[in-house]
């Protein structure tokens, strides 16, 4: 009973420290590197800026909380190695509509997908939007970006851009 007893201050502790890192990663901005990116679609180049999310935290935290997203601005996902197709996004804690392209380890758009605010205040209530199709990175837009734009599976994102969207 007394290493019952002792370990209950340990452990309160130790799930305290859980709860302000929790707390930390839902509140506090991330800090994301930016590049200049491109879309490339029937002889049409759209320059975009986007954020790069590649860390586990980074990709978990995404556009959560923004409350507006710039008209050409958007979030790339990058992953280690391909994902398969019935891996997802959510949009739990993302306040504003959201296109996202699922992209091949070439840029090339393998699926796009349009994603709707979850107003639920529990993530299992919030859909998942599965690529259905095996992916390496994705980008987030504002929903219609890729519509307005005439962009469609086929299509290729390149970031950095190299220089191949003019200024």
């Not at 490339?40 to 999310?53: D, K, N």
């Amino acid at each position: 009973m007394k290493i019952f007893t002792a370990l209950i201050p340990v452990c309160a502790m130790a799930l305290a420290g859980c709860g302000a890192a929790e707390a930390g990663k839902t509140t506090a901005p991330l800090e994301l590197p930016q590049a200049q990116a491109c879309f490339l679609s029937g002889g049409s180049q759209y320059p975009i800026t986007v954020e790069i999310a590649s860390t586990s935290e980074e990709r978990q935290k995404g556009l959560m909380g923004r409350r507006n997203l710039g008209d050409n601005a958007g979030m790339v996902f990058e992953y280690p190695e391909d994902r398969p197709a019935r891996y997802g996004f959510w949009m739990y804690k993302t306040l504003i509509p959201l296109d996202i392209a699922f992209l091949d380890e070439h840029g090339v758009i393998v699926s796009i997908r349009h994603m709707l605010p979850c107003t639920s205040s529990r993530s299992s209530d919030c859909p998942i939007y599965p690529a259905g199709k095996p992916f390496r990175n994705a980008v987030e837009v504002n929903a219609g970006y890729f519509e307005t734009h005439g962009i469609d599976e086929g299509d290729r994102l390149v970031w950095p851009s190299e220089g191949v969207c003019p200024s």
